[in-house]
């Protein structure tokens, strides 16, 4: 599976797991196992927020694009990241945001 990432800027998240042919996206299963070589589903016939554009089997294998939420404290990697190629079963791993910035709390706050 190769999953191409578009980056938005939002606050909310996104969990997404693999298992064969089946994503599922924030708790929402789809599955893709019906999908035949050279087969493309269009966008409009997947209920799916997360989902930008139409999924595709190449060669057996599917290919897709997911739209990135990017937090305030976003990564170049998470701005501008590269596909997810070879996706194995289980959680997919997103590219890592910065650290938290620190808080306004007055020097004597912190302990």
Do not use: H
Not at 79 to 90: H, R, T
Not at 96 to 101: G, I, T
């Amino acid at each position: 599976m190769k999953i191409n990432l578009s980056p938005t800027r939002r606050d909310d998240t996104l969990d997404v797991s693999r298992v064969g042919a089946i994503l599922t996206i924030n708790g929402d299963a789809f599955d893709f196992s019906q999908m035949a070589d050279g087969d493309t589903l269009p966008a409009s016939a997947i209920s799916c927020p997360w989902l930008a554009g139409q999924v595709d089997n190449v060669g057996g294998e599917l290919e897709l694009t997911l739209i990135l939420p990017l937090p305030v404290n976003y990564s170049p990697e998470q701005a501008f990241p590269i596909p997810l190629e070879n996706v194995p079963d289980g959680p997919v791993v997103f590219p890592a945001s910065l650290p938290e910035p620190l808080t306004d709390a007055a020097p004597e706050d912190i302990e």
